[in-house]
């Protein structure tokens, strides 16, 4: 029989169970977390504050969230003037292998690599003060670092500069102001788009600085942070899994301690992307995430990503592969103290991947010299 | 009671039901569903009168808490979406109106969480691309394409049985 899709939706939510809840529940977990939020500010309130005066120089990624920027921009520059000439920077020789070397800029900190690709490397911009807010099941807060953007550099021929636009401001390089866009509804924030200072590194090599919009940035600031781009010893991008079954046709995409779609990430995550069949990396205007179109086809693609304990959503007891939903497959290490996720985006079965999870060996993520390199933990 | 609780009552005693459906459809599970909604409405109660759009503060909320969205920011690329849709469906054969509703929930769980709930937000909700990103705090192009692979995934679970009423499909396209 065909469906027409929103009755079908319609039709599935039927037949609903009594609810648990009523309005005096929802008035109540109201309240109640109201209360918690006003105790947890109060207490935060005073730790800051200690917290502002022992480590505003030393710690600046300790400051509460909003006040780190402008306190710490002066440690951060002194940092910068007085840093030895900076290593020149090279495209790694060798697929999954990185090249960025840390380096400061105000109070600005471009970490090490932190993505690799067959077409481009990555590495993340760091600010003062605290990033994404979560909550446990605990009801217990915790930040994310605060990641601001990324430095990206493609290899050569990758990247297309066609697009990229000039700014007198901007010295030799291409800069972008992220503008604003339309609010969808009344009282919801108003994205924007990435701002982006784009510049060619090396004869046909290009290299681009992306940062969220709405942080202001201008062409100057960020054409400084492509102007202290610093390399390091190329080295092979680790992992804390190594995978002893691999499905058919699939091999490395990315590996590195962010996923393909750069977000922030806490201490012990890495990350694994496969894929089925060769993506070109050829006209890039920016970093690829999914879908991985190739003549109008989704390649199939697989991503592995390990996390800490107290992101995990859907807890089982023990440490055996599980599948909590179709798609989304979950394993413990043997402390429980971390956990990876396979996301099969619909392209293998559960099966599969609990086969796939079934034959991984941890390394400790908590340990970084157990890893992988990328390359050998995908057999 | 004080004019503020007094308004978030009357807002949950409205919208309680339609949020646990979405939760529902999103989540696969009754249980897990109730409990999103409370962590939902909890929220929006430290925000009330802070938000213009309560409506839509919840259902973001809901679908969030649901899948989890926040955990993984998405970063797309834009994928053109597929127009063809099967022919018109026949009468509805209403003697087998339970075995199919189980037959429907059994293929919705078929597909990832986040394709099911591009599909919920775009055609039950009826919210646009624009909005349904918004929701999901994902671009707009990953909606796209998450529609597409959603579709066609429901299609295979259900036997290619699935179409978009012409009148639905625009307006899950307006923005």
């Known amino acids: ?379 | 009671m004080s004019d503020r609780d007094r308004e978030f009552s009357d807002f949950v005693a409205a919208q309680m039901e339609p949020l646990r459906g979405l939760a529902y459809l999103t989540c696969g599970d009754w249980q897990a569903a109730e409990d999103a909604v409370l962590v939902a409405l909890a929220k929006l109660y430290v925000k009330w009168r802070r938000i213009d759009n309560p409506a839509a503060y919840a259902r973001t909320a809901v679908v969030r808490a649901a899948i989890d969205e926040t955990r993984r920011p998405w970063w797309r690329r834009e994928r053109a979406q597929s127009n063809a849709m099967p022919d018109r469906p026949d009468a509805r054969d209403d003697t087998n109106a339970v075995d199919e509703r189980l037959r429907i929930r059994e293929a919705l769980q078929k597909i990832p969480a986040r394709l099911r709930a591009v599909l919920t937000l775009r055609y039950l909700e009826g919210l646009s691309i624009q909005e349904t990103a918004e929701a999901l705090g994902c671009p707009e192009g990953t909606v796209k394409s998450y529609t597409s692979r959603g579709l066609e995934a429901l299609r295979a679970a259900m036997g290619a049985e699935v179409f978009v009423s012409r009148e639905n499909y625009r307006a899950a396209r307006a923005v």
């Not at chain 1, 592995?304 to 599980?322: C, F, H, M, S, V």
């Open chain 1, 1 to 379: 029989m065909p469906h027409e899709l929103s009755e079908m939706l319609r039709d599935a939510q039927a037949d609903a169970p009594p609810p648990r809840y009523g309005v005096q529940d929802a008035l109540r977990a109201g309240r109640k977390r109201q209360q918690r939020r006003r105790a947890l500010w109060a207490g935060t309130g005073s730790a800051a504050a200690v917290l502002a005066v022992a480590a505003a120089v030393a710690v600046p990624q300790l400051l509460p969230a909003g006040s780190g920027r402008s306190t710490t921009v002066n440690a951060g520059s002194t940092t910068a003037s007085k840093a030895p000439a900076k290593a020149p920077f090279a495209y790694p020789s060798t697929a999954f292998s990185g090249t960025f070397a840390k380096y400061t800029v105000g109070d600005l900190t471009v970490d090490g690599t932190v993505l690799v690709t067959p077409g481009y490397q990555v590495a993340s911009i760091t600010a003062p003060g605290r990033g994404q807010a979560y909550e446990d099941e605990n009801g217990d807060r915790y930040y994310a670092p605060n990641v601001i953007g990324h430095v990206v550099t493609y290899a050569k021929g990758v990247f297309d500069p066609s697009r990229a636009r000039k700014d007198p401001k901007a010295g030799a390089g291409y800069f972008h102001a992220g503008e604003k866009k339309q609010a969808i509804k009344p009282g919801l924030p108003a994205p924007y788009a990435e701002s982006t200072y784009t510049w060619k590194y090396a004869d046909d090599a290009w290299a681009q600085v992306i940062v969220g919009g709405g942080l202001k940035y201008p062409a100057t600031k960020l054409a400084s942070i492509a102007q202290g781009l610093t390399g390091g010893a190329e080295q092979p991008v680790k992992v804390g899994l190594r995978l002893g079954y691999v499905p058919a046709g699939f091999a490395l995409g990315a590996a590195g301690t962010t996923s393909d779609y750069l977000g922030a990430t806490f201490d012990g995550t890495s990350y694994l992307r496969l894929i089925k069949g060769e993506f070109p990396y050829e006209k890039l205007t920016g970093t690829v995430g999914d879908p991985f179109i190739v003549r109008d086809k989704q390649l199939p693609i697989l991503s592995l990503q390990i996390y800490p304990a107290r992101e995990q959503k859907y807890d089982a007891p023990g440490t055996a592969a599980y599948c909590p939903q179709e798609g989304l497959c979950y394993r413990y290490t043997a402390d429980k103290k971390f956990f990876v996720e396979l996301n099969g985006g619909g392209f293998i079965g559960n099966t599969e991947m609990l086969k796939m999870l079934n034959s991984v060996t941890f390394a400790n993520p908590a340990d970084r010299s157990t890893w992988f390199a990328a390359t050998e933990a995908v057999g």
